[in-house]
């Protein structure tokens, strides 16, 4: 039997990093909804899923809600790359929106 990469998309790694993104760090996922999801008018945004094609959201943009999924900048093979490409949104979208990121130790 062929050794397989352990799936990170599992049920119990998708609720662990939805729960972490939304109980953790709410402001994050708006950061990265209105510079990389395209919705610079959001108030509000959850991380609702992942999947092989990215992190999807919930936002709220003008009242209403709105579905956005932030593709993920290249395939994600295991649990660390998640975490690593969630960074990496977060970096990205903070350049982009002329905010300064949180240092390693204020996370």
Known sequence: MADTAPDPFSPQIETAVVSHMNGDHPEDNLLIVRSLGGLPAATDAKMTSI????????AIVDGE?????VPWSEPIVDRPGIRMEIVRMYHEACEALG???RQAGEH
């Open 51 to 58: 999947s092989p094609d990215g992190a999807s959201f919930e």
């Open 65 to 69: 809600p709105s579905s956005v999924l």
């Open 99 to 101: 905010v300064t990121p």
